[in-house]
Protein backbone atom coordinates (compact mmCIF):
# COMPACT_ATOMS: atom_id res chain seq x y z
CA UNK A 1 0.00 0.00 0.00
CA UNK A 2 1.46 3.78 -1.06
CA UNK A 3 2.13 5.83 2.41
CA UNK A 4 0.37 8.94 0.56
CA UNK A 5 -0.75 11.51 2.63
CA UNK A 6 -4.53 10.28 2.54
CA UNK A 7 -3.39 6.94 3.70
CA UNK A 8 -1.82 7.82 6.70
CA UNK A 9 -4.02 10.41 7.67
CA UNK A 10 -7.26 7.40 7.32
CA UNK A 11 -4.38 5.25 9.59
CA UNK A 12 -4.07 8.22 11.99
CA UNK A 13 -7.81 7.94 12.62
CA UNK A 14 -7.49 3.74 12.92
CA UNK A 15 -5.21 4.01 15.44
CA UNK A 16 -6.67 6.95 17.44
CA UNK A 17 -9.87 4.98 16.84
CA UNK A 18 -8.22 2.33 18.77
CA UNK A 19 -6.38 3.71 21.43
CA UNK A 20 -9.44 5.42 22.41
CA UNK A 21 -11.51 2.21 22.20
CA UNK A 22 -8.80 0.18 23.93
CA UNK A 23 -9.41 3.11 27.20
CA UNK A 24 -13.07 2.74 27.03
CA UNK A 25 -13.01 -1.02 27.43
CA UNK A 26 -10.13 -0.69 30.28
CA UNK A 27 -12.27 2.21 32.33
CA UNK A 28 -15.57 0.64 31.15
CA UNK A 29 -17.40 1.66 34.52
CA UNK A 30 -16.33 5.14 34.54
CA UNK A 31 -17.17 5.90 30.95
CA UNK A 32 -21.06 4.53 31.91
CA UNK A 33 -21.03 7.08 34.52
CA UNK A 34 -20.15 9.40 32.94
CA UNK A 35 -22.34 8.68 29.91
CA UNK A 36 -25.31 8.82 32.17
CA UNK A 37 -24.34 11.93 33.52
CA UNK A 38 -24.61 13.37 30.42
CA UNK A 39 -28.08 11.53 29.53
CA UNK A 40 -29.24 13.23 33.12
CA UNK A 41 -27.91 16.73 32.43
CA UNK A 42 -29.55 16.64 28.61
CA UNK A 43 -32.38 14.92 29.99
CA UNK A 44 -34.97 17.33 28.91
CA UNK A 45 -33.47 17.39 25.52
CA UNK A 46 -34.07 13.81 25.16
CA UNK A 47 -38.04 14.68 26.58
CA UNK A 48 -38.32 17.54 24.36
CA UNK A 49 -37.26 15.61 21.07
CA UNK A 50 -39.26 12.46 22.45
CA UNK A 51 -42.13 14.28 22.59
CA UNK A 52 -41.99 16.42 19.70
CA UNK A 53 -41.51 13.08 17.38
CA UNK A 54 -44.54 11.47 19.16
CA UNK A 55 -46.86 14.42 18.84
CA UNK A 56 -46.06 14.91 15.03
CA UNK A 57 -46.56 11.48 14.65
CA UNK A 58 -50.88 12.91 14.79
CA UNK A 59 -49.40 16.53 13.80
CA UNK A 60 -49.21 15.47 9.57
CA UNK A 61 -52.56 13.94 9.55
CA UNK A 62 -53.72 16.37 10.81
CA UNK A 63 -52.19 18.80 8.41
CA UNK A 64 -51.68 16.74 5.50
CA UNK A 65 -54.89 15.34 5.51
CA UNK A 66 -57.71 16.74 7.85
CA UNK A 67 -56.94 20.54 7.04
CA UNK A 68 -55.69 19.88 3.54
CA UNK A 69 -58.60 21.35 1.43
CA UNK A 70 -58.67 24.49 3.36
CA UNK A 71 -54.57 24.94 2.17
CA UNK A 72 -55.68 24.72 -1.23
CA UNK A 73 -58.50 26.84 -1.05
CA UNK A 74 -57.91 29.63 1.57
CA UNK A 75 -54.40 30.64 0.21
CA UNK A 76 -51.31 32.04 2.79
CA UNK A 77 -53.31 33.72 5.53
CA UNK A 78 -54.50 30.50 6.37
CA UNK A 79 -51.45 28.37 5.98
CA UNK A 80 -49.97 30.97 8.69
CA UNK A 81 -52.55 29.89 10.96
CA UNK A 82 -52.87 26.00 10.15
CA UNK A 83 -49.33 24.84 11.82
CA UNK A 84 -50.23 26.67 15.34
CA UNK A 85 -54.03 25.55 15.21
CA UNK A 86 -52.71 21.67 14.82
CA UNK A 87 -50.00 22.26 17.14
CA UNK A 88 -53.03 23.28 19.80
CA UNK A 89 -55.42 20.41 18.60
CA UNK A 90 -52.34 17.71 19.06
CA UNK A 91 -52.11 19.29 22.60
CA UNK A 92 -55.90 18.97 23.29
CA UNK A 93 -56.33 15.80 22.27
CA UNK A 94 -53.35 13.96 23.72
CA UNK A 95 -54.27 15.78 27.30
CA UNK A 96 -57.90 15.00 26.83
CA UNK A 97 -57.07 10.73 25.99
CA UNK A 98 -54.27 11.09 29.20
CA UNK A 99 -57.16 12.68 31.46
CA UNK A 100 -59.63 9.86 29.90
CA UNK A 101 -57.59 7.25 30.87
CA UNK A 102 -56.77 8.55 34.75
CA UNK A 103 -60.35 9.76 35.42
CA UNK A 104 -61.16 5.97 34.09
CA UNK A 105 -58.16 3.86 35.55
CA UNK A 106 -58.05 5.91 39.01
CA UNK A 107 -61.21 5.08 40.91
CA UNK A 108 -61.01 1.70 39.82
CA UNK A 109 -57.78 0.75 40.92
CA UNK A 110 -58.92 2.61 44.28
CA UNK A 111 -62.03 0.20 43.97
CA UNK A 112 -59.61 -2.74 43.21
CA UNK A 113 -57.51 -2.31 46.34
CA UNK A 114 -60.19 -2.05 48.80
CA UNK A 115 -61.63 -5.17 47.35
CA UNK A 116 -58.24 -6.79 47.51
CA UNK A 117 -57.44 -5.46 50.86
CA UNK A 118 -60.61 -7.05 52.32
CA UNK A 119 -60.67 -10.47 50.22
CA UNK A 120 -56.47 -11.35 50.66
CA UNK A 121 -56.93 -13.12 54.05
CA UNK A 122 -60.13 -14.98 53.14
CA UNK A 123 -58.21 -16.09 49.61
CA UNK A 124 -54.78 -16.82 52.17
CA UNK A 125 -57.52 -18.67 54.21
CA UNK A 126 -59.07 -20.61 50.97
CA UNK A 127 -55.90 -21.34 49.74
CA UNK A 128 -54.42 -23.02 52.84
CA UNK A 129 -57.43 -24.80 53.15
CA UNK A 130 -57.20 -26.18 49.34
CA UNK A 131 -54.02 -27.16 49.79
CA UNK A 132 -55.02 -28.87 53.42
CA UNK A 133 -57.62 -30.97 50.68
CA UNK A 134 -55.27 -31.78 47.90
CA UNK A 135 -52.97 -33.25 50.23
CA UNK A 136 -55.55 -35.46 52.22
CA UNK A 137 -56.96 -36.33 48.84
CA UNK A 138 -53.02 -37.89 48.19
CA UNK A 139 -52.32 -39.35 51.35
CA UNK A 140 -50.09 -36.18 52.55
CA UNK A 141 -50.81 -33.71 55.24
CA UNK A 142 -49.94 -30.03 55.21
CA UNK A 143 -51.10 -29.20 58.72
CA UNK A 144 -47.99 -27.32 59.58
CA UNK A 145 -50.13 -24.53 56.56
CA UNK A 146 -52.84 -24.46 59.18
CA UNK A 147 -49.78 -22.44 61.10
CA UNK A 148 -50.18 -19.56 58.47
CA UNK A 149 -53.22 -17.88 60.36
CA UNK A 150 -51.89 -14.23 59.77
CA UNK A 151 -52.57 -11.72 62.40
CA UNK A 152 -53.74 -8.66 60.73
CA UNK A 153 -53.63 -6.11 63.61
CA UNK A 154 -50.07 -7.66 64.53
CA UNK A 155 -48.86 -6.99 61.41
CA UNK A 156 -49.88 -3.47 61.13
CA UNK A 157 -48.28 -2.65 64.60
CA UNK A 158 -45.36 -3.93 63.41
CA UNK A 159 -45.46 -2.10 60.58
CA UNK A 160 -46.15 1.25 62.84
CA UNK A 161 -43.02 0.66 64.68
CA UNK A 162 -40.99 0.41 61.54
CA UNK A 163 -42.09 3.74 60.59
CA UNK A 164 -41.48 5.18 63.98
CA UNK A 165 -38.14 3.89 64.17
CA UNK A 166 -37.12 4.81 60.83
CA UNK A 167 -38.59 8.30 61.07
CA UNK A 168 -35.54 9.71 59.86
CA UNK A 169 -34.50 7.40 56.78
CA UNK A 170 -38.24 7.96 55.80
CA UNK A 171 -37.53 12.13 56.06
CA UNK A 172 -34.75 11.49 53.81
CA UNK A 173 -36.88 9.38 51.22
CA UNK A 174 -39.48 11.46 51.33
CA UNK A 175 -36.81 14.54 50.76
CA UNK A 176 -34.88 13.09 47.85
CA UNK A 177 -38.79 11.43 46.38
CA UNK A 178 -39.50 15.06 46.47
CA UNK A 179 -36.64 16.49 45.04
CA UNK A 180 -36.65 13.97 42.25
CA UNK A 181 -40.73 14.55 41.43
CA UNK A 182 -39.68 18.26 41.01
CA UNK A 183 -36.30 17.91 39.07
CA UNK A 184 -38.97 15.22 37.00
CA UNK A 185 -41.65 18.10 36.31
CA UNK A 186 -38.81 20.82 35.36
CA UNK A 187 -37.83 18.64 32.59
CA UNK A 188 -41.20 17.83 31.92
CA UNK A 189 -42.44 20.88 31.28
CA UNK A 190 -38.71 22.42 29.55
CA UNK A 191 -39.24 19.40 27.22
CA UNK A 192 -42.85 20.03 26.27
CA UNK A 193 -41.84 23.89 25.68
CA UNK A 194 -39.08 22.53 23.38
CA UNK A 195 -41.84 19.88 21.90
CA UNK A 196 -43.69 22.87 20.80
CA UNK A 197 -40.66 24.82 19.34
CA UNK A 198 -39.20 22.62 16.97
CA UNK A 199 -42.94 21.08 15.80
CA UNK A 200 -43.28 25.43 15.10
CA UNK A 201 -40.35 24.90 13.12
CA UNK A 202 -39.53 21.81 11.84
CA UNK A 203 -39.02 22.47 8.51
CA UNK A 204 -36.44 25.22 8.89
CA UNK A 205 -34.52 22.72 11.70
CA UNK A 206 -34.46 20.21 9.23
CA UNK A 207 -33.13 22.29 6.25
CA UNK A 208 -30.72 23.82 9.15
CA UNK A 209 -29.09 20.49 9.67
CA UNK A 210 -28.69 19.46 6.29
CA UNK A 211 -26.83 22.45 5.84
CA UNK A 212 -24.23 21.27 8.50
CA UNK A 213 -23.89 18.32 7.86
CA UNK A 214 -22.94 18.88 4.16
CA UNK A 215 -20.92 21.53 5.27
CA UNK A 216 -18.60 19.77 7.73
CA UNK A 217 -18.79 16.02 5.50
CA UNK A 218 -17.93 14.78 2.07
CA UNK A 219 -20.80 14.87 -0.43
CA UNK A 220 -21.02 11.14 -0.65
CA UNK A 221 -21.17 10.40 3.21
CA UNK A 222 -23.87 13.25 3.86
CA UNK A 223 -25.75 12.07 1.24
CA UNK A 224 -25.19 8.53 3.62
CA UNK A 225 -25.94 10.16 6.65
CA UNK A 226 -29.37 11.79 5.39
CA UNK A 227 -30.69 8.53 3.78
CA UNK A 228 -30.14 6.90 6.94
CA UNK A 229 -32.26 9.44 9.02
CA UNK A 230 -35.00 9.31 6.40
CA UNK A 231 -35.18 5.82 7.11
CA UNK A 232 -35.02 5.72 10.74
CA UNK A 233 -37.75 8.84 10.80
CA UNK A 234 -39.93 6.39 8.66
CA UNK A 235 -39.15 3.44 10.92
CA UNK A 236 -40.18 5.17 14.06
CA UNK A 237 -42.62 6.95 12.57
CA UNK A 238 -44.33 3.55 11.39
CA UNK A 239 -43.92 2.00 14.73
CA UNK A 240 -44.80 4.79 16.81
CA UNK A 241 -48.39 4.86 14.52
CA UNK A 242 -48.55 1.01 14.21
CA UNK A 243 -47.87 -0.26 17.66
CA UNK A 244 -50.41 2.64 19.28
CA UNK A 245 -52.82 1.81 16.96
CA UNK A 246 -52.64 -2.12 18.06
CA UNK A 247 -52.72 -1.20 21.65
CA UNK A 248 -55.79 0.90 21.43
CA UNK A 249 -57.38 -2.31 19.20
CA UNK A 250 -56.72 -4.82 21.77
CA UNK A 251 -57.84 -3.04 24.71
CA UNK A 252 -60.71 -2.21 23.13
CA UNK A 253 -61.25 -5.86 21.97
CA UNK A 254 -60.35 -7.27 25.67
CA UNK A 255 -62.86 -4.80 27.35
CA UNK A 256 -65.63 -5.85 25.32
CA UNK A 257 -64.72 -9.96 25.68
CA UNK A 258 -64.44 -8.88 29.65
CA UNK A 259 -67.62 -7.13 29.98
CA UNK A 260 -69.40 -10.24 27.49
CA UNK A 261 -68.20 -13.00 29.23
CA UNK A 262 -68.54 -11.11 32.63
CA UNK A 263 -65.08 -10.68 33.84
CA UNK A 264 -64.21 -8.21 36.81
CA UNK A 265 -62.02 -5.05 36.69
CA UNK A 266 -63.32 -4.62 32.91
CA UNK A 267 -62.00 -1.00 32.48
CA UNK A 268 -58.75 -1.47 34.61
CA UNK A 269 -57.24 -4.26 33.37
CA UNK A 270 -58.31 -3.45 29.57
CA UNK A 271 -56.32 -0.43 30.25
CA UNK A 272 -53.81 -1.91 31.15
CA UNK A 273 -53.37 -4.42 28.73
CA UNK A 274 -53.78 -1.85 26.46
CA UNK A 275 -50.47 0.25 27.75
CA UNK A 276 -48.28 -2.84 28.52
CA UNK A 277 -48.98 -3.99 24.57
CA UNK A 278 -47.08 -0.65 23.44
CA UNK A 279 -44.13 -3.30 24.40
CA UNK A 280 -43.60 -5.31 21.82
CA UNK A 281 -43.88 -9.41 21.81
CA UNK A 282 -44.22 -9.17 25.91
CA UNK A 283 -46.14 -6.63 26.95
CA UNK A 284 -49.80 -7.90 26.78
CA UNK A 285 -48.67 -10.64 28.43
CA UNK A 286 -47.55 -8.64 31.91
CA UNK A 287 -50.81 -6.60 31.60
CA UNK A 288 -52.83 -10.27 31.44
CA UNK A 289 -50.66 -11.52 34.87
CA UNK A 290 -51.91 -8.99 36.71
CA UNK A 291 -55.47 -9.23 35.56
CA UNK A 292 -55.33 -13.06 36.07
CA UNK A 293 -54.05 -12.35 39.82
CA UNK A 294 -56.76 -10.23 40.55
CA UNK A 295 -59.48 -12.31 38.98
CA UNK A 296 -57.79 -15.13 41.18
CA UNK A 297 -58.11 -13.47 43.98
CA UNK A 298 -61.90 -11.39 43.69
CA UNK A 299 -63.24 -14.98 41.48
CA UNK A 300 -60.83 -17.88 42.31
CA UNK A 301 -59.04 -20.32 40.44
CA UNK A 302 -61.48 -21.33 37.83
CA UNK A 303 -62.22 -17.73 36.65
CA UNK A 304 -58.80 -16.99 36.13
CA UNK A 305 -57.95 -19.81 33.99
CA UNK A 306 -61.31 -19.10 31.81
CA UNK A 307 -59.81 -15.15 31.68
CA UNK A 308 -56.25 -16.77 30.89
CA UNK A 309 -57.48 -18.86 27.88
CA UNK A 310 -59.92 -16.00 26.46
CA UNK A 311 -56.46 -13.43 26.58
CA UNK A 312 -55.05 -16.36 24.73
CA UNK A 313 -57.47 -16.60 22.32
CA UNK A 314 -57.44 -12.93 21.80
CA UNK A 315 -53.87 -12.73 21.51
CA UNK A 316 -54.18 -15.12 18.39
CA UNK A 317 -56.75 -13.38 16.84
CA UNK A 318 -55.10 -10.11 16.74
CA UNK A 319 -52.13 -11.50 15.88
CA UNK A 320 -52.86 -13.47 13.52
CA UNK A 321 -55.67 -11.05 11.50
CA UNK A 322 -55.01 -7.59 13.33
CA UNK A 323 -51.79 -6.87 13.47
CA UNK A 324 -50.38 -7.21 10.27
CA UNK A 325 -52.78 -5.55 8.62
CA UNK A 326 -52.27 -2.31 11.53
CA UNK A 327 -48.24 -2.46 11.77
CA UNK A 328 -48.05 -3.68 7.90
CA UNK A 329 -44.55 -4.05 7.15
CA UNK A 330 -43.35 -0.66 8.59
CA UNK A 331 -40.81 -2.42 11.14
CA UNK A 332 -39.36 -5.16 8.52
CA UNK A 333 -38.00 -7.37 11.19
CA UNK A 334 -38.23 -11.04 11.54
CA UNK A 335 -39.39 -12.47 14.19
CA UNK A 336 -36.04 -14.19 15.73
CA UNK A 337 -34.65 -10.47 15.81
CA UNK A 338 -37.67 -9.00 17.84
CA UNK A 339 -37.00 -11.51 19.81
CA UNK A 340 -33.30 -10.68 20.55
CA UNK A 341 -33.94 -6.74 20.52
CA UNK A 342 -36.54 -6.76 23.05
CA UNK A 343 -34.25 -8.69 25.07
CA UNK A 344 -31.42 -6.94 24.95
CA UNK A 345 -33.55 -3.34 25.42
CA UNK A 346 -34.94 -5.08 28.29
CA UNK A 347 -31.80 -5.93 29.48
CA UNK A 348 -29.97 -2.47 29.10
CA UNK A 349 -32.53 -0.18 29.79
CA UNK A 350 -36.01 -1.29 31.22
CA UNK A 351 -38.97 -0.80 29.64
CA UNK A 352 -37.51 2.07 27.51
CA UNK A 353 -35.01 -0.06 25.98
CA UNK A 354 -37.98 -2.62 25.19
CA UNK A 355 -39.35 0.21 23.49
CA UNK A 356 -36.88 1.57 21.36
CA UNK A 357 -35.05 -1.67 20.47
CA UNK A 358 -37.10 -2.88 18.09
CA UNK A 359 -37.09 0.44 15.53
CA UNK A 360 -33.49 0.63 16.21
CA UNK A 361 -32.82 -3.04 15.49
CA UNK A 362 -34.99 -2.76 12.37
CA UNK A 363 -33.21 -0.03 10.78
CA UNK A 364 -29.65 -1.37 11.53
CA UNK A 365 -31.44 -4.97 9.67
CA UNK A 366 -32.00 -2.74 6.71
CA UNK A 367 -28.54 -1.22 6.54
CA UNK A 368 -27.07 -4.56 6.83
CA UNK A 369 -29.08 -6.17 4.49
CA UNK A 370 -28.38 -3.22 1.87
CA UNK A 371 -24.62 -3.73 2.38
CA UNK A 372 -24.91 -7.51 1.86
CA UNK A 373 -26.72 -7.14 -1.22
CA UNK A 374 -25.08 -4.36 -2.41
CA UNK A 375 -21.37 -6.39 -2.08
CA UNK A 376 -22.72 -9.66 -3.54
CA UNK A 377 -23.54 -7.86 -6.31
CA UNK A 378 -19.73 -5.79 -6.96
CA UNK A 379 -18.27 -9.61 -6.21
CA UNK A 380 -20.99 -10.77 -9.10
CA UNK A 381 -22.28 -13.66 -6.71
CA UNK A 382 -24.91 -15.87 -9.17
CA UNK A 383 -28.27 -15.23 -7.84
CA UNK A 384 -28.81 -18.94 -7.61
CA UNK A 385 -26.06 -19.66 -4.85
CA UNK A 386 -27.69 -17.39 -2.32
CA UNK A 387 -30.97 -19.23 -2.37
CA UNK A 388 -31.55 -22.50 -0.42
CA UNK A 389 -34.27 -24.46 -1.35
CA UNK A 390 -35.47 -28.25 0.59
CA UNK A 391 -35.63 -30.47 -2.28
CA UNK A 392 -37.98 -33.66 -2.32
CA UNK A 393 -35.70 -36.58 -0.31
CA UNK A 394 -33.06 -33.42 0.94
CA UNK A 395 -30.44 -35.31 3.79
CA UNK A 396 -27.94 -33.03 3.81
CA UNK A 397 -26.16 -29.83 1.35
CA UNK A 398 -25.05 -32.32 -0.68
CA UNK A 399 -27.88 -33.58 -1.98
CA UNK A 400 -29.31 -30.32 -2.58
CA UNK A 401 -30.50 -29.78 -5.89
Known amino acids: ?83 PLCILLTVLLLTGLVLTVVFMVLPEIGRTLAQLGEQLPAFVDDTVLWLNQTAEKYGRSLDALQELDIDWDKIRDEISSLLRNGASSLLTGTFTAATSLVSGVFNAVIGMVLALYVLANKERLCAQARRVTYAFMPEKRADAVVRVARLANQTFNGFICGQFTEAVILGLLCFIGMLVFGFPFAPMISVLVGFTALIPLFGAFIGVSVGAFLILVNQGFLQALWFVLFFLLLQQLEGNLIYPHVVGKSVMLPGMWVLIAVTLGGNLNGVLGMLVSVPICSVLYALFREAVNRRNRENGVDAAKLSVRRAAGWDGPDSAG
Open 1 to 83: MEFNRKNMRALMRLIAFAVLLLVSLLHLGSVLQFLQTLLSLFSFLLVGLSLAFIMNTLLRPLEDRVFAPLNRRLGKRWQKICR
